[in-house]
T-cell receptor, first 111, second 116 residues
Framework: GQQLNQSPQSMFIQEGEDVSMNCTSSSIFNTWLWYKQDPGEGPVLLIA?????ELTSNGRLTAQFGITRKDSFLNISASIPSDVGIYFC???????????FGKGTKLSVKP | SQTIHQWPATLVQPVGSPLSLECTVE??????LYWYRQAAGRGLQLLFY??????ISSEVPQNLSASRPQDRQFILSSKKLLLSDSGFYLC???????????????FGAGSRLTVL
């Protein structure tokens, strides 16, 4: 099946720092999604990317769909304590809209 | 607007007892419905998905089953829980008119199951 690698696994940063995480896949895909999961909650969609090379921003978040269609990154600028959580990349891995998720990047922000 | 509800939010059950987690979606019709499990606060594993009433596809063979008795209701069950069934269970839905792009998944708040 498809391999989806997400890195880093965890990050411990100081408030105000910028954050970058990325995902790579073993196959070409047409859609990349980035979700954030707050502690004890379900994941919430942050950004959806539908076109190779697409760069999309959502407030302090910026995500890009790689030109090769095998990778994507998510940047968070000027991190704040509420950015804490687990960030997942996701791809459509099968029929009926099933998503394959990366293993997540756990972000901790020190005030 | 569409909303998704999951309950119970937290459940502690003894080994060998039955399980029933329920998920309902409002504000949409004929959604695709999904059950995911998240162990140890990390990766999400797809357990079941359904494209219509009575239609269930299983991704991972195990001690659990799913049913869809109504269009917007999805139930996760077990006849006898195992210790390894502990985890965070997430229901999700998708539809062509999700408002965020075709087939984007929207998740419920999750049900935390502890098997003792």
């Amino acid at each position: 099946g498809q391999q989806l690698n997400q890195s880093p696994q965890s990050m411990f940063i100081q408030e105000g720092e910028d954050v970058s995480m990325n995902c790579t896949s073993s196959s070409i895909f047409n859609t990349w999604l980035w979700y954030k999961q707050d502690p004890g909650e379900g994941p919430v969609l942050l950004i959806a990317l539908y076109k190779a090379g697409e760069l999309t921003s959502n407030g302090r978040l910026t995500a890009q769909f790689g030109i090769t269609r095998k990778d994507s990154f998510l940047n968070i600028s000027a991190s704040i304590p509420s950015d804490v959580g687990i960030y997942f990349c996701a791809l459509y891995g099968g029929s009926q809209g099933n998503l394959i998720f990366g293993k997540g990047t756990k972000l901790s922000v020190k005030p | 607007s569409q909303t998704i509800h999951q309950w119970p939010a937290t459940l502690v059950q003894p080994v060998g007892s039955p399980l029933s987690l329920e998920c309902t979606v409002e504000g949409t019709s004929n959604p695709n419905l999904y059950w995911y499990r998240q162990a140890a606060g990390r990766g999400l594993q797809l357990l079941f998905y359904s494209v219509g009433i009575g239609q269930i596809s299983s991704e991972v063979p195990q001690n659990l089953s799913a049913s869809r008795p109504q269009d917007r209701q999805f139930i996760l069950s077990s006849k006898k829980l195992l210790l390894s069934d502990s985890g965070f269970y997430l229901c999700a839905w998708s539809g062509s008119f999700g408002g965020l792009g075709a087939n984007v998944l929207t998740f419920g708040a999750g049900s935390r199951l502890t098997v003792l």
